[in-house]
């Protein structure tokens, strides 16, 4: 390549040009995806035909508005209004468009000359963020790559906070463990096999009838991990649990772990949205109890993937977890900077997420996450009404969120589980509805999330009639 072709990388012009054809294809496609519902949420193909497809790709000469053309074609729309699958916000177009900003200027925000605006406006969001969940103006957290990344980094802080001896310089010697309810994500648990707690440090106490941790065997795990020789360093709490939206009773869980000297982590990624709603923050009644809270803006609250807050009671341990020396970068790992953000998270390079959630609140007002949340949890009841009103359908629980599983039920035992989960495979092979499926205990449900502030009863009534159609086929 010689300087003329490397030069046309950055040419105004083609970005100029393609840019405003690439703008008016996705506008389209939002149109079509949001107002034609008989169009397919998804058409599904099969890995290797789908891997096949893109290496003749590769080798055709077609051009790049083709290609562009063909990913969408061939990606799910979370934009239909019969997307009811994984927690993945729809994302708000003006969030989508600051993407654009960011990906342009590809600050790396890490430290503060690389992203001045974007620290800047980072303090503003998360500080927002902390006055939401009711702390005191100490408070202080940053944004990062997603729950998974913030739930380990919390248990980081936990592990500063509460483990004996300088476990960042020496490791731990003692066998360190947290609680968490058997309804957490797996990235809990995830978390504390990297952190090195193995097997037996992360002890999972059962849940309730709804799906919360009982809490009356929380002294008794506790009990017994220390006969066992574990240092219980934290209880995590769901706010909400990923499978049936369930959240856990965090005013108890502060009290145990007050009582008991233990890190209070809130996994809000999917649930804690609930702070911005006067509706429905009692579920999370507590919360400004925690230690630390993580809440995902990209499940509830209107951004592309991935955006996530991690907010600390205590701001000075956000700053506790990572206490390396990176001369290059800041000249004292012991100073407290906000500004240089990657002080205190996993990432070094770090996208700019913070545009994508005061570009939200900047056009429409901070209440505008309080009418998202208000909309899709209410969603949640109607679709659970009328799933309750046909005989031949079950619902587990009445849903707290926006989460609602439920299985066709005309059916024997011994095939019910393998009869939902051929709705499900005939669901996706048809493409006009994406929902997912989940176990609870023995029992495979089918199960929706409600993502789509668009959604409407029509939607939800027209797809128990494409399940009963289906189910109808196969008997
Ligand atoms: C409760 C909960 N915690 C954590 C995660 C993981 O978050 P992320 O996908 O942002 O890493 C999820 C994802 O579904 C979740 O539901």
Partial sequence: MNETELSKLYSPSDFREIGHQLVDMLADHLDQT????????????????????????????????????????????????????????????????????????????????????????????????????????????????????????????????????????????????????????YCIDRAARILGFGADGIIKVPSNEFYKIDTSLLAAYLENAKSKGLAVIAVVGCASSTSTGSYDDLEMLATFAEDNNLWFHIDGAHGGGVIFSEKYKYLAKGIDKADSVAIDFHKMLLTPALNTALIFKNGEDSYKTFEQKAQYLWDSQHSREWYNSGKRTFECTKLMMSLKVYSIIKMYGEDIFEKNMDRLYDLGKVFAKLIKERAKFELLIDPEANIVNFRYNDVSSEVINSFNSRIREELILLGKFYIVQTMVGENRYLRTSIMNPLTEKEDFIALLDEIQRIADSFK
């Fill in 34 to 185: 949001q107002s034609q519902k008989e169009q397919a949420v998804l058409t599904y193909q099969d890995p290797e035909k789908e891997l096949a497809y893109w290496k003749d790709d590769m080798s055709s000469d077609s051009n790049i508005m083709d290609f562009y053309k063909k990913v969408l074609d061939r990606s799910i729309h979370v934009h239909h209004p019969r997307y009811m699958g994984h927690q993945v916000a729809v994302p708000s177009v003006i969030s989508s468009l600051s993407g654009l900003v960011t990906d342009v200027l590809s600050n790396g925000t890490g430290v503060y000359e690389m992203g001045m605006a974007s620290n800047a406006l980072e303090r503003i969001v998360t500080d927002f963020v902390a006055k939401k969940i009711g702390y005191e103006s100490d408070a202080a957290g940053f944004l990062t790559s997603g729950g998974t990344l913030a739930n380990l980094t919390a248990l980081l802080a936990a592990r500063k906070a509460k483990a004996p001896g300088m476990v960042w310089e020496e490791g731990h010697k003692e066998k360190l463990a947290v609680l968490v309810s058997e309804e957490a994500h």
